[in-house]
């Protein structure tokens, strides 16, 4: 009986204990930039939010994120969160705490100076604790999150922090099939009489023979490799060729238009660039070891074409001479032989492409094209280049002008000196969105323009393609936003091996794929070519998903829906289908929704819906698109009426 009556009151004798955040395993807390410090800043520092001082506490960046498992042990949680007045004003963040998957604080946007926000939070009950730090959606730079005596009181087992959880890696792209696919864009943008080159991307199982009616005069295909190449036509007008790929599995036909005008990159350029893998350290080899591997591993035939080569191909300072007698800008020893690299990216079919400033430097310090620009320009083109990437970086230091003209003065020259070239060159403006290039870059015969700083140096992919999503009105065939590289698969770093995995998690990869996709963005891919595994590859190369990318009317899609929680965007395709993504991007899963309504359907119509990454046709209820998904996941369909 006694023993009876102590088990029943037992749960109510257990003491009140009281712990901090900072008593938790805190290496399970994600953090955007830098690592999370317990009693200072993220910089070190004292603590401090709105002119005081603080000793307890953490201190954070945004994007930031802690998951507990409480199983109704703790009874409450108190907290002072605010913005580090080590951002001197700067910074806004946003702190959201989830309990059983519902939010129960919501901070609001916290300015920088401004005095701390209060959490008082009763948690009787509850099993899962979320807090989350994530930037207002203003960008996320000087987003330091300082969480002030965070107390939690608890009786029993105290709150346990876990890691992120661990996700599979679920391949949705199914295999291409073994017969041919041809995999072209439905147009091809290129000026008359140039020097010509396209490999005609198609899947299937090789040997593989390829024809083309209606090949203008000047063009050859060769049959087994199914390369064009030659001169593009003098007369300017539209070309219209159909394709044909068989092999032992089948045939397939497709048309392609040759558009011979004023306008290059006529759908987003695709192709991979060398930066976020290799950094200072990219070679000559290198960059054919990515040419090899854009052909082996099948992406090149989804489409990928353009090899190019970021920053850090020719001197420094210290490896002067930085050009020759005539004023040649010279390579450093990394780069033996520019025009032996590009015959050999050609040699695959592929194009190639260069990086450089309008500044006397590169970003990181390597001759730039500052008063050599013809010059620098007309070498690209004799080396055998078909890109160039235009980085704005030391020119501040050398610009002239006011407002937006000295903003545009070196693109619109640039933009001159490659139409004059006997060759045509995709010209890739890099200046993060300054003077909101968006508006004027197609003046500049700009094909796209970076609209946001580097995406590797952002705590999240989510940052760079909210602010690019917004720019949807500006995107046209031939000019697009850029929202930066696909970062996946392995990315370089400092480590001994050089390269770590990709921390996204897999099912968001996918929406990282299909924003780009829905944005008709470049597809950029600047991670490892010589490590590229089957779930990376199956983000990259989906042909359904790509040719959303690649429709020719070259609309980006429009943003229907944009809050905390779900995004929704709608991209009208040239054939009068659509296609929309719904994305989870809250910290539980849940319904995403969008009537037929809000898509521009009328209910009631019967129409066709296919689930573009698996490439299936799904049922869809009367009223509207739904999809149940995961933290970080998406839904991307085609509609057809
Ligand atoms: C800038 C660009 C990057 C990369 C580096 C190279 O930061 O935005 O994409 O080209 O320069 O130094």
Not at 27 to 37: A, F, I, L, P, Q
Not at 56 to 75: E, N, Q, V, Y
Not at 510 to 536: H, K, N, Q, V
Request: with cysteine; proline share 6%; net charge positive.
């Amino acid at each position: 009986m006694v023993a009876l009556t102590l088990a029943l009151v037992a749960p109510l004798l257990q003491p009140i204990d009281t712990c901090s955040l900072s008593d938790l395993d805190l290496s399970k807390m994600t953090v955007g930039w830098g690592k999370v410090r317990v009693g200072r800043s993220i910089e070190d520092k004292p603590l401090t939010v709105g002119g005081k001082v603080y000793t307890a506490g953490i201190g954070t960046h945004a994007a930031s994120r802690l998951r507990l498992r409480l199983d109704g042990k703790a009874t409450s949680f108190r907290c002072l969160i605010g913005v580090d007045d080590e951002t001197q004003g700067r910074g806004s963040i946003r702190v959201r705490v989830y309990l059983d998957g519902k939010v129960a604080f919501d901070s609001g946007t916290l300015k920088g100076g401004a005095p701390p926000a209060q959490v008082d939070l009763k948690l009787g009950g509850v099993k899962d604790f979320i807090l989350v730090a994530s930037g207002a959606n203003d960008g996320i730079d000087y987003d330091h999150v300082d969480f002030i005596e965070p107390t939690f009181t608890f009786s029993g087992a105290r709150p346990a922090a876990l890691g992120e959880p661990d996700e599979k890696e679920v391949i949705l792209t199914p295999p291409p099939p073994k017969s041919p696919r041809l995999n072209t864009a439905p147009v091809i943008g290129c000026t008359p009489g140039k020097p010509f080159l396209y490999r005609i991307p198609a899947t299937g199982v090789r040997p593989m023979r390829f024809s083309a009616q209606g090949l203008p005069k000047g063009l050859i295909l060769d049959a087994s490799t199914g390369f064009l190449s030659g001169r593009t036509p003098a007369q300017k007008g539209t070309y219209r060729l159909r394709l044909s790929a068989r092999n032992a599995k089948g045939l397939d036909q497709k048309s392609l238009s040759l558009k011979v005008g004023d306008t290059l990159a006529l759908t987003p350029p695709m192709g991979w660039n060398s930066w976020y893998i290799h950094y200072g350290r990219v070679t000559d080899k290198a960059m054919r070891a990515a040419a090899d591997a854009m052909v082996k591993s099948g992406m090149a035939d989804f489409g990928y074409q353009y090899v190019n080569i970021d920053d850090c191909w020719p001197r420094t300072q210290r490896e002067a001479p930085l050009r020759d007698e005539s004023g040649t800008v010279l390579c450093n020893d990394k780069f033996p032989d520019m025009p032996a690299l590009t015959s050999y990216i050609h040699s695959k079919g592929l194009l190639a492409g260069i990086y450089t400033s309008p500044g006397p430097w590169t970003c990181a310090g390597f001759t730039g094209a500052w008063q050599h620009e013809r010059q620098d320009t007309e070498t690209f083109a004799r080396w055998g280049f078909d890109f160039l990437k235009y980085d704005w970086c030391s020119y501040e230091n050398v610009a002239t002008g006011t407002g937006i003209e000295r903003l545009k003065k070196p693109y619109a020259q640039m933009g001159e000196i490659l139409k004059g070239l006997d060759r045509d060159v995709v010209y890739n403006l890099c200046q993060y969105g300054m003077g909101d290039v968006w508006k004027w870059g197609a003046e500049t015969r700009g094909n796209c323009w970076r609209t946001t700083g580097d995406l590797g140096n952002m705590s999240s992919w989510r940052d760079v393609a909210f602010a690019n999503a917004r720019l949807w009105p500006y995107a046209k065939p031939g000019h697009w936003n850029d929202p930066d590289y696909l970062l996946i698969g392995w990315i370089g770093d400092s480590s001994p091996l050089g390269r770590r995995k990709c921390t996204i998690p897999p099912a968001e990869q996918y929406s990282y794929m299909g924003m780009w996709c829905l944005m008709a963005a470049p597809l950029i891919f600047s991670g490892d070519m010589e490590r590229l595994d089957p779930f990376t590859l199956s983000v990259l190369c989906n042909a359904e998903m790509i040719s959303v990318d690649q429709d020719p009317l070259g609309r980006q899609a429009k943003v229907l829906r944009a809050t905390d929680e779900e995004w929704v965007l709608q991209k009208p395709l040239a054939d009068g289908s659509t296609a929309i993504g719904l994305f989870n991007f809250g910290e539980v899963e849940r319904t995403v929704s969008a009537t037929w309504k809000e898509l521009g359907y009328l209910s009631g119509k019967k129409l066709r819906v296919r689930d573009l990454w698996r490439q299936k046709d799904i049922r869809t209820i009367s009223t509207g698109l739904y999809a149940t998904l995961k933290p970080g996941a998406c839904l991307v369909v085609r509609v057809w009426e």
